[in-house]
């Protein structure tokens, strides 16, 4: 009888433990992006600038995404940064009343996911500018 509790309880924690694993892994992706700077053409385009960058801006940024074409590697990271911001979101939801300190953790996190995008966004603005400029087509 007790091995089955043991079950129960390994099968119970397995994706707790998975779960943490993921966000250390998203935490980990936003704190490389942070350490990027956004170039001129990217901060244009999209209107940000370090210190207007907020979490409502998140799915501005996703749709700027999706019209530039993918240098391929940063399609998984961006998803996982957009579960993870859905994540942060509910967990705000729920811990607004319970936890009101960690709202701004919080927040800072979701403004993180969303300088994260803007990094993907700027990279895949600099993949677009190198494919127009090996298909320009010198003049006669």
């Not at 074409?69 to 998984?76: K, R, S, V, W």
Request: glycine share 6%.
């Amino acid at each position: 009888m007790i091995h089955a509790y043991i079950a129960i309880l390994i099968f119970a924690m397995s994706p707790l433990a998975m779960l943490e694993f993921f966000a250390w892994y998203c935490h980990s992706l936003i704190a490389r992006s942070r350490g990027c700077d956004l170039s001129a053409q990217a901060r244009e385009v999209s209107g940000l600038t370090p210190r207007t960058i907020r979490s409502d801006q998140f799915n501005r940024l996703l749709q700027l995404i999706a019209l530039c074409p993918e240098p391929g590697g940063d399609g998984h990271q961006l998803r996982a940064v957009s579960i993870y911001f859905g994540m942060l979101g509910f967990v705000r939801s729920l811990s607004r009343r319970a936890f009101p300190g960690a709202a701004k953790w919080i927040e800072s996190e979701r403004d993180g996911c969303t300088y994260a995008a803007a990094v993907v966004l700027d990279r895949r603005i600099a993949y677009s500018k190198t494919l127009i400029s090996r298909q320009a087509i010198p003049s006669v």
